[in-house]
C-alpha cells in the first residue's frame, strides 16, 4: 500500500486565522480523500479530491472553508479557513487504491488542530 | 441516508478471551466492507476487507469477519484477545455507487492484561 504523510502532524492555532494541511504520497494516485474526526467522533468525509479536476464535497461542507488543490498525482493540500473552536479535530488524508469496485483506502497519520 | 452502525462503543476483556464486534449497514445495493483498527498512538490501518466471494475474510493478526447479506451485517471477530489488540475498531463501508467510505462510531477495545 501506499505511504502517506501529512504535515502538520499537529497545530495549535488562534481563532481567524487560516492552516493548510499537506498530504504527500509516494506512489500516483488518482483519487485522494479528505477526512475530518472530531474528539470523541468517528470519521467524516470532506471531499474528494482528483487531479485536474475541482474537488467534490460532501454535504455540509463548502469550498470557501476547505479550498483543497490538487496539483498533481501524489500531492494534495486541504485547507481550513477562518477557524473556530469548532473546528478543532484530527485531519486525515486518505488515497485509494484498487481496480474499479475494489477500491481500498488507506489513510495518513493525521494532522492534529486546537483552535483557541 | 446511508449510515453504520456499530453496537458497542466501548468493550474491556480479559486476555485470551473471545472478541464481537458488531456492524450493520443501511444500505441495500452491492457494497465493500472494511474494518479498520487505530492503535494508541498509531494512524488508521486496514484490518480487512470484503469485496465478493467468501463472505467469511480473514484479516491480519488473527481477525476474521463474516459478512452475511441477509442481517446487513459485517461482524468482527477474533477468538482469542491479547492485550495489544488494545485500540479503537471502526466498521467502514463503501457502497459502490460512489468511491466513498461511511463509518461506523467506532468501539474502543481495551484487553486488560
Known amino acids: 500500500s501506499a505511504v502517506i504523510s501529512q504535515k502538520p502532524s499537529r497545530d495549535i492555532c488562534q481563532r481567524g486565522t487560516s492552516l493548510t494541511i499537506q498530504c504527500q504520497v509516494d506512489s500516483q494516485v488518482t483519487m485522494m480523500f479528505w477526512y475530518r474526526q472530531q474528539p470523541g467522533q468517528s470519521l467524516t468525509l470532506i471531499a474528494t479530491?482528483?487531479?485536474?479536476?475541482?474537488?467534490?464535497?460532501e454535504s455540509g461542507f463548502v469550498i470557501d472553508k476547505f479550498p483543497i488543490s490538487r496539483p498533481n498525482l501524489t500531492f494534495s493540500t486541504l485547507t481550513v479557513s477562518n477557524m473556530s473552536p469548532e473546528d478543532s479535530s484530527i485531519y486525515l488524508c486518505s488515497v485509494s487504491d484498487g481496480r474499479r469496485g475494489q477500491e481500498t483506502q488507506y489513510f495518513g497519520p493525521g494532522t492534529r488542530l486546537l483552535v483557541l | 441516508a446511508q449510515s453504520v452502525s456499530q453496537h458497542n462503543h466501548h468493550v474491556i476483556l480479559s486476555e485470551a478471551a473471545s472478541l464481537e464486534l458488531g456492524c450493520n449497514y443501511s444500505y441495500g445495493g452491492t457494497v465493500n466492507l472494511f474494518w479498520y483498527v487505530q492503535y494508541p498512538g498509531q494512524h488508521l490501518q486496514l484490518l480487512l476487507k470484503y469485496f465478493s466471494g467468501d463472505p467469511l475474510v480473514k484479516g491480519i493478526k488473527g481477525f476474521e469477519a463474516e459478512f452475511i447479506k441477509s442481517k446487513f451485517s459485517f461482524n468482527l471477530r477474533k477468538p482469542s484477545v491479547q492485550w495489544s489488540d488494545t485500540a479503537e475498531y471502526f466498521c467502514a463501508v463503501n457502497p459502490l455507487d460512489g468511491n466513498k467510505l461511511v463509518f461506523g462510531a467506532g468501539t474502543i477495545l481495551r484487553v486488560k492484561s
Open positions: 479530491a482528483n487531479q485536474g479536476s475541482e474537488a467534490t464535497y
